[in-house]
């Protein structure tokens, strides 16, 4: 069997240009996931997000115009002000219809993860019903996928919003 050298070429050339491809996305599908718990003894919500590290520092770098390690910040004091500043600008927390101030607490990173803390405190009311709106990451991944799970009362509930919806709402 001859194989002509023209397609061997073309073959190759396809080859190296898919891992070309590959190298650059990080990984196929973009994911973030929102934990809220509620603490009816401290009355306080604590929220924990957790992103592909990547992607986070991609978004960072974009929105504020500035190089970001999570890993070796050269700044850590504006660095987590630029999280807290994303996270206010794209999630949403309200409880009984009333929006619930978030407190950062810090990040830390896990593997290929970086989780960032919050909490709402001083939650006097009993929660009936939780609403979130949650953008984060769609301004720069189109396909970004936001897991959010709520423990409330030993109840678990979760649900999935896909680009573009990005509203839930949990109920007891």
């Known amino acids: 069997m001859k194989i002509n050298k023209r397609v061997i070429i073309v073959l190759f050339a396809a080859f190296i240009s898919t891992l070309s491809i590959s190298a650059i996305s990080k990984h196929p599908f ?3 996931v929102v934990n809220v718990s509620y603490s009816p003894k ?3 919500f604590q929220l924990s997000f957790k992103f592909f590290d990547h992607d986070f ?3 960072l770098k974009t929105e504020f115009k500035t190089k970001v390690d999570l890993k070796y910040p050269k700044d850590k004091t504006m660095l987590e002000k630029n999280i ?3 996270i206010k600008t794209y999630f949403t927390f309200l409880v009984n219809n009333t929006q619930q101030q978030l407190h950062y ?3 830390e990173l896990k593997d290929e993860s970086v989780w960032v803390y919050l909490e709402a405190i001083n939650t006097t009311v009993k929660p009936n019903e939780i609403a979130i709106k949650n953008k984060l990451l769609y301004r720069y991944f189109q396909y970004q996928n936001n897991l959010i799970h709520i423990n409330c009362f030993n109840k678990r509930e979760s649900t999935k919003l896909v680009y573009p919806d990005s509203m839930a709402v949990f109920k007891w």
Do not use: D, L, S
Request: no cysteine; glycine share 14%; aromatic share 14%.
């Open 30 to 32: 973009h994911v973030g």
């Open 42 to 44: 401290q009355k306080t």
């Open 57 to 59: 520092e991609q978004a």
């Open 84 to 86: 807290q500043a994303f």
């Open 105 to 107: 607490i810090g990040y």
